[in-house]
């Protein structure tokens, strides 16, 4: 692992930690945006040049970095969103958990029984905070498109992990994957703007107040 590429997964990290601290949903958009730009860049920083790992830059570039920001970017403008809610446990509770979830993630990376050649590396570590990172954001966030970047940070996760199999993982799993989230949030887009027509919000938290009605 070069340093350059060491680099860009703590930014990775740090990202993580921006998304569960933010108040402002388009600062998270804008910042999974990055991430996704910087995934992208990976492979060819962990990797010998190939046509299929300049194939998956440009895939991944274009999906994470591009479109699919630019979807929930043109849907945050087009809902009623209204205030933006606090996290159930707070901003600061989530950047603590966050911290805590990079850390436990470091120590079991630690103690994995990895090849030699992935010894030492960040991409385990960095791959393990990240998907808990998105579990926290999923978790703690009241409003659907905040959720929705909760499942974006969580699949980014799984891609580095991938990281580790890019030269013997067809491009078509991984092209797979995202064609697989990208449904996802065309539905999540359906259901936010349903939500938002028929409640007046997206807020999840008020889902728990609707009652069935004899």
Request: a neutral charge; proline letters at 4%.
């Amino acid at each position: 692992m070069n340093s350059a590429a060491d680099q860009l997964l703590v930014f990775v990290l740090l990202i993580n930690i921006l998304v569960l601290g933010t108040h402002r949903t388009s600062v998270a958009i804008r910042a999974i945006a990055a991430q996704g730009i910087v995934l992208g860049l990976l492979p060819l920083l962990t990797h010998p040049f190939h046509s299929h790992i300049l194939i998956i830059t440009l895939f991944v570039l274009l999906a994470k970095g591009l479109f699919i920001p630019g979807l929930l970017l043109n849907a945050l403008k087009k809902i009623e969103f209204g205030e933006d809610l606090p996290p159930f446990f707070g901003y600061s509770g989530n950047i603590l958990m966050g911290a805590v979830a990079t850390v436990l993630a470091f120590i079991f990376a630690a103690k994995l029984p990895l090849a030699a050649q992935h010894q030492g590396l960040l991409i385990v570590p960095a791959a393990l905070a990240t998907i808990l990172t998105g579990f926290i954001a999923i978790a703690s966030r009241r409003k659907a498109i905040n959720q929705v970047v909760g499942y974006l940070m969580l699949e980014n996760g799984i891609f580095i992990f991938g990281l580790l199999l890019t030269e013997s993982m067809p491009l078509m799993v991984e092209a797979g994957a995202l064609l697989d989230l990208i449904a996802g949030i065309f539905v999540m887009g359906i259901i936010i703007n349903q939500i938002s027509r028929e409640f007046s919000s997206i807020d999840t938290g008020r889902m728990t107040a609707l009652r069935e009605v004899e």
